[in-house]
């Protein structure tokens, strides 16, 4: 496999999403809300900047994964629908490297415009006067690794299905993603068997998103261990390695007659 393969892939690719107008849309809705916090904020007479600080990181995560789902699952399509897939595997370049290139490129794209709401936030928190701890570092730092696990996600279903029914799977996983720690313990409880069973296979099974979830801990100043952000980065990378794995075996025997 050749990184500088996988990296041309990756620029053509940041090239191609940067041009995609629901990119923009999305993230100047996210703009939106999160300047939208200062005036949420002064409707209430007590903790104001924690709920200013709650939507606006809300704002960032939501918004990201909204782009890593509708704008990422249509990056392969595109190129089997417009038959340029033909000619860039005709090249030196295997499938996997094209798949890795493909998420590589869209992990930075959102990175980038994560960076853009990340500035905003700052600068809307800089002029109510709302504190900016370390933790908001780390809150910042896990939102960034769940996007790129959405990314992963997203390039999965992407790999074998429509950009519709990719979008819908993608969107399924994260929600249940976020839900995954309840089913465990709901299921836990259960008086059937095999109920408990299916259940802690699906918690294992899906992403623990609400593992990269600091947002209360930021926006209330409450205590991080450094735990707290090192297993949840752990978590990710592993988790994302997976998935791009499980991918790239399926676009390696995919069919685009």
Same mark, same amino acid.
Do not use: C
């Given at each position: ?48 900047? *924690? ?26 399509? +595109? ?11 005709? +090249? ?9 290139? +493909? ?24 002029? %109510? ?41 993608? %969107? ?8 995954? *720690? ?76």
């Amino acid at each position: 496999m050749s990184a500088m393969r996988v990296w041309t892939i990756a620029t053509n690719t940041v090239r191609e999403a940067i041009r995609s107008r629901l990119l923009y849309s999305l993230l100047l809705f996210a703009i939106l809300l999160i300047v939208s916090g200062l005036f949420l904020s002064s409707l209430s007479y007590v903790e104001a900047d *924690r709920i200013m600080q709650d939507v606006g990181l809300a704002a960032i995560r939501l918004f990201g994964v909204a782009i890593a789902i509708f704008v990422g699952v249509g990056l392969i399509h +595109k190129e089997v629908d417009r038959r340029t897939v033909y000619t860039i595997l005709s +090249k030196p370049l295997t499938r996997t490297e094209f798949l890795l290139g +493909k998420f590589t490129g869209l992990v930075l794209t959102i990175w980038l415009q994560m960076g853009i709401m990340v500035v905003v936030f700052v600068g809307v928190s800089r002029a %109510a006067g709302a504190p900016l701890t370390a933790v908001h570092g780390a809150a910042f730092l896990l939102i960034a690794v769940e996007l790129a696990v959405m990314v992963a996600i997203a390039t999965f279903f992407s790999a074998f299905t429509t950009p519709m029914l990719a979008s819908f799977f993608s %969107a399924g996983v994260w929600l249940a993603g976020n839900l995954s *720690r309840e089913l465990r313990d709901i299921g836990a409880q259960a008086q059937v068997e095999s109920v408990r069973t299916v259940t802690e296979w699906l918690y294992h099974l899906l992403p623990d998103l609400e593992g990269f979830n600091l947002q209360i801990e930021a926006a209330h100043g409450l205590v991080v261990t450094g735990a707290d952000v090192w297993l949840p980065v752990i978590y990710g990378a592993g988790y994302t390695l997976v998935v791009l794995v499980a991918a790239a075996a399926i676009f390696e025997r995919r069919d685009f007659r």
